[in-house]
């Protein structure tokens, strides 16, 4: 705040403070606050919802990466799921989150068939980079960076993902179905179908098209998230999209998340 | 995703998008998905919004879905009602099914004033030429409406109606052309100015009186990517029978009031303040009295012409 | 700790939160954005003052009912005690005065 002198005034600048006085010795506030119509609109920007217009699926591997796309994978009952779908998925995807996006219920238990990132390429971690056709063999270097967060109460590890990351306390199985959308894959699978033709380092989640998500059903009355399920997956993920983003268009929901990241912060 | 005009769709393929909810109507700074099985609901909105741009493609990215729809299975064909569905809990009453283009319009205000988080919205409507904007507040029975479709004959640019919009990073007010919602005796004063044929048929019984809709001009529609800077800010009070007048109004005065018309001002916060005192920097606000539409357009030129360009 | 509810004692110092605001004058009224609370506040000529006074240097109680009188160019009796609490207890229901000593 600029704090301006106000000593060297004019004679109609002083009397104009005295009549002030006077009125404030009749009682008369000495300060306004304004009522904007905002308590409504607030709380029905709380209670907005969103509609995924199209089948939106979900990729995320052990680390916490995660791919959204439309494309689809096969799935043996075990799980484990079909490196080739997986490859195209991942090469196909929409958007691409950065390892520790999803939050930890959301990804495989453990990664035993290995990840052929080597082999596919494109993932930070392990192998060269697909998409780098000078690969320098120096993994984390061909690994673009996690984004600065502009949002001071971003928690780059343990809570990561959670919209916001200010409630700090998710819970859920990753598979819950009365949120719609359903999680497929665990995490330990067998080899029993050999080689690198099935994998069990990463788990897929579907969103049925027109599925409706309303954010504030996660939020728990002291304000803190429960993710879970697919839906709950979502918006982890849009919630670091906003972190990185902010409200730029582009995912979708995003608003919707925001303005209740809005009002939580005003509680 | 492409533009096209939604005159240039063939109905069976408007019909389809909107009963699959990919109708997405691209005007101003937001896109909408609309969705809707209601005859009325679409013969309206091809006619009003003939016009209007249209992304077409698999999916787009929207900012407000809408939904006008039966309210339930039994409303649906018994004595039928429809309400608009923003996507979000809102307090409305059903209306009957011939009132299908009110709830339309409605729902689409309904999602700019609870939905838009990157702009602050106050419920003006705002016209403009080549000097700037002017903000006609809103005020029960202040004859805003009247006043913005009065203005457009003039030669003034329709921004929007019901809304200023205000970009948070720029203080530029933003274009949201959509038909002007005219109620009961404005409904044929504006048919006398404009034209008959620039006026929708008349909606009667509704919750406010008879309503009409002005219909929206291809050129704002073409310049609706121009944003605006205000220069004046007017108050309109209409009296039957009353003189004209023109009373100059404290800066600080016109501020709060149009903070108190904003139904986003305190979710958007610091910037909406900013964007705000920035704007209200450049202006001049004034309250008018009149008692008929020459009177109100006499005063607003007036009072245009002395503003700088 | 209350602090608001008692705040006569000379060794509490009051200052004002001055990062928490956004000011945007309009003639003698001045707009005022909390960043706290997301609320707008209109202040006069006098709830500035206060606020410009407080800014300069954390004071008493006691020193802001003897001193402010002075600042604002009056004499003690055109801005009594009376007024300089109300005043004071305005500004503090909004969340813009800091106790910055104890």
């Given at each position: 705040m600029v704090v301006a002198k106000l000593q060297e005034k004019d004679k109609g600048f002083l009397e104009r403070r005295r009549h002030l006085l006077r009125l404030g010795a009749a009682g008369v506030p000495m300060v306004l606050t304004l009522k904007a119509s905002a308590t409504e609109p607030v709380h029905s920007a709380l209670d907005c919802a969103f509609v995924i217009p199209s089948a939106t699926n979900i990729l995320v591997d052990v680390d916490g990466k995660a791919w959204i796309g439309d494309g689809d994978i096969q799935e043996k009952n075990s799980g484990e799921l079909k490196t080739s779908d997986v490859t195209s998925f991942k090469q196909n995807a929409e958007f691409v989150f950065p390892s520790g996006s999803a939050p930890d219920q959301f990804r495989p238990d453990e990664c035993s068939t290995g990840d052929d990132d080597d082999y596919?390429?494109?993932?930070?971690?392990?192998?060269?980079?697909?998409?780098?056709?000078?690969?320098?063999?120096d993994d984390q270097g061909s690994c673009q960076a996690d984004p600065d967060r502009n949002t001071p109460w971003f928690e780059e590890e343990g809570e990561d993902g959670e919209p916001g990351n200010r409630g700090n306390s998710y819970s859920g199985s990753g598979n819950d179905y009365q949120h719609g959308g359903k999680g497929k894959g665990k995490g330990k699978g067998d080899d029993d179908d050999g080689g690198s033709a099935w994998t069990d380092c990463y788990k897929f989640y579907q969103i049925s098209s027109n599925t409706t998500i309303s954010p504030a059903d996660y939020l728990s009355g002291n304000g803190s998230w429960n993710l879970s399920g697919a839906n709950g997956l979502y918006l982890a993920l849009a919630g670091k999209y906003l972190d990185t983003y902010g409200n730029d268009g582009g995912f979708p929901g995003i608003s919707c998340l925001l303005s209740i990241l809005n009002y939580l912060e005003y509680q | 995703m492409k533009n096209v005009a939604l005159s240039d769709l063939p109905p069976e393929t408007v019909k389809r998008l909107l009963s699959e909810g990919r109708l997405y109507l691209h005007l101003g700074p937001y896109v909408t998905a609309l969705s809707t099985k209601d005859a009325g609901v679409r013969e309206f909105l091809t006619d009003m919004y003939q016009d209007c741009s249209i992304l077409v493609g698999e999916e787009a990215l929207v900012d407000f879905s809408l939904e006008v729809r039966a309210p339930n299975l039994v409303r649906r064909y018994i004595r039928r009602q429809i309400v608009a569905d923003p996507g979000f809990y809102f307090p409305a009453v059903p209306l009957p099914v011939k009132l299908g283009p009110l709830c339309l319009e409605m729902g689409m205000n309904l999602c700019v004033a609870?939905?838009?988080?990157?702009q602050a919205i106050f419920h003006a409507g705002v016209v403009s030429d080549q000097k700037g904007g002017i903000v006609i507040a809103a005020r029960s029975g202040g004859g805003k409406s009247t006043l913005t479709a009065a203005l457009m004959e003039e030669g003034f640019r329709l921004l929007s109606d019901e809304f200023a919009i205000l970009c948070a990073e720029t203080s530029f007010l933003l274009a949201y052309p959509r038909p002007v919602s005219l109620k009961n005796q404005s409904i044929d004063v504006v048919r006398v100015f404009a034209g008959a044929d620039q006026v929708s048929d008349r909606l009667t019984g509704t919750p406010k009186g008879d309503i009409a809709y002005r219909r929206l001009r291809k050129s704002d529609l073409e310049t609706a990517n121009l944003p605006a800077k205000a220069k004046l800010i007017l108050f309109p009070r209409f009296q039957a029978e009353a003189a004209p007048a023109v009373e100059k109004m404290d800066i600080a005065d016109a501020a709060m009031q149009l903070i108190a018309s904003s139904p986003n001002y305190q979710v958007i916060g610091e910037p909406a303040f900013h964007a705000l005192m920035q704007m209200l920097d450049g202006v001049e606000a004034y309250e008018i009295t009149y008692g008929n539409t020459e009177d109100s357009l006499m005063l607003v030129k007036d009072l245009w012409e002395a503003v700088d360009g | 700790m209350t602090v608001s509810a008692n705040p006569n004692n000379d060794h509490w110092l009051w200052g004002v939160y001055t990062n928490h605001m956004v000011t945007h004058s309009f003639g003698d009224t001045t707009f005022v954005y909390n960043r706290q609370s997301g609320t707008t506040h209109i202040f006069n000529l006098v709830s500035m003052a206060m606020i410009e006074f407080l800014s300069e240097k954390p004071r008493s109680m006691n020193e802001i009912i003897r001193d402010f009188p002075a600042y604002m160019g009056v004499d003690a009796a055109e801005c009594p005690a009376g007024v300089v609490r109300r005043l004071f207890g305005e500004l503090d229901e909004i969340g813009l005065l800091e106790l910055v000593q104890s």
């Open positions: 596919w390429g494109n993932d930070c971690g392990w192998g060269n980079d697909y998409d780098e056709p000078t690969g320098d063999n | 609870l939905q838009s988080f990157r | -």
